[in-house]
């Protein structure tokens, strides 16, 4: 069992920056790939970034590449998501989730382990 806690949402103006955490316990972090979700209001849950379990690995989508940075301490059981030049398209509940599988995940179906999410509005 892995117990995630995201951190680090908040109301931003466009343009501005956040940076999530995602704090996991239980079995030990590195097992697990980490991926970052979000889910807009009205809309389907989707992949925002995923790491590999040594962090030398990441892939995005395509609307926040170049804006994003999701990256991990495993000595501190910390996943993290950087986010810059946010615009109000990243309004959403983001999730932290952990996968046992082994590669990259880009699909929630592959992930065992959620967060409850934390939200960010991004306001004009």
């Known amino acids: 069992q892995v117990s995630l806690v995201e951190s680090g949402g908040g109301l931003v103006q466009v343009g501005g920056s956040l940076r999530l955490s995602c704090a996991a316990s239980g079995r030990p972090f590195s097992n697990y790939i980490m991926g970052w979700f979000r889910r807009a209001p009205g809309k389907a849950r989707e992949f925002v970034a995923v790491?590999?379990?040594?962090?030398?690995?990441?892939n995005y989508t395509d609307s926040v590449k170049g804006r994003f940075t999701v990256s991990r301490e495993n000595a501190k059981s910390t996943l993290y998501l950087q986010m810059n030049n946010l615009n109000a398209e990243d309004t959403a509940v983001y999730y932290c989730?952990?996968?046992?599988?082994?590669?990259?995940?880009?699909?929630?179906?592959?992930?065992?382990?959620w967060g409850q999410g934390t939200q960010v509005t991004v306001s004009s």
């Open positions: 989730a952990a996968s046992a599988m082994p590669g990259i995940k880009t699909t929630s179906n592959h992930y065992d382990y």
């Open positions: 790491i590999s379990r040594s962090g030398s690995r990441t």
